[in-house]
């Protein structure tokens, strides 16, 4: 069975503090993880994949298979940033989806 | 190029009810995937179609199932509504080409309540 777990609901932060959102992931095979990130107002887009290895608008994710984690890291945060932030993992032959419960991120001026 | 288009916005249905929502793909996208988001919660797959055939099945009841028509478009039908099933639910289209990875697109979401 596929589980990811997002720990944090909320995490607040001050501009220009670093920021680090926490994804523990459980799977048997070899997974494709994501970050996909909602503003307010506006719909669920892709932020990264572990496959792409890309900074997207800062942000860095490490797929660490030893600890099944893929943390996203930020060095500074921006108010901009404020938002919900899903982990998700894509596994078994076909697009199934499978998403964490998600964390609020809440940069402070 | 459209973006995915949700249909309705917002409905309201009555316990052991019927639904139909309504979901218009992406330009060019040949799969779509519905989700129920329950509040507080992450998106839950329910199904996904491929080419008008169903190509997985999250753990929802048989009284969930859907529809791809030719042009892409996608209809998730829900029999004999519970109190549980008010959620936000999503479809996400994506094309499908033979890569390993295909991006899904979201839609804006329909937010079903059932009272």
């Known amino acids: 069975a596929q589980r990811v777990t997002q720990p944090e609901k909320l995490l607040s932060v001050f501009k220009g503090a670093p920021v680090e959102l926490k994804c523990n992931y459980s799977?048997?095979?070899?997974?494709?993880l994501f970050w996909y990130v909602q503003y307010s107002r506006q719909r669920l887009q892709l932020l990264l994949r572990?496959?792409s290895r890309e900074s997207i608008k800062g942000f860095t994710a490490d797929l660490n298979k030893g600890e099944t984690s893929f943390h996203l890291k930020k060095p500074f945060a921006q108010e901009e940033d404020s938002a919900m932030y899903y982990c998700?993992?894509?596994?078994?032959?076909?697009?199934?989806?499978?998403f964490g419960t998600g964390t609020k991120l809440q940069v402070i001026p | 190029e459209t973006g995915v288009t949700q249909s309705p916005t917002h409905l309201i249905k009555t316990r052991g009810q019927q639904v139909t929502l309504r979901c218009s793909s992406q330009?060019?996208?040949?799969?779509v995937s519905w989700y129920q988001q329950a509040l507080g919660q992450g998106p839950q797959f329910i199904f996904q179609?491929?080419?008008?055939?169903?190509?997985g099945r999250g753990n929802f009841p048989p009284r969930f199932s859907g529809l791809q028509f030719p042009n892409y478009s996608s209809e998730l039908n829900v029999n004999a509504l519970e109190l549980d099933d008010s959620a936000l639910y999503l479809c996400?289209?994506?094309?499908?080409?033979?890569?390993?990875?295909?991006?899904?697109?979201f839609g804006p979401g329909t937010r079903l309540t059932v009272l």
């Open positions: 996400a289209s994506s094309l499908v080409s033979g890569r390993l990875f295909n991006e899904q697109f």
């Open positions: 799977y048997s095979g070899s997974p494709e």
């Open positions: 572990h496959i």
């Open positions: 998700a993992l894509m596994a078994g032959g076909y697009q199934k989806v499978t």
């Open positions: 330009s060019g996208h040949n799969t």
């Open positions: 179609y491929y080419r008008e055939e169903e190509n």
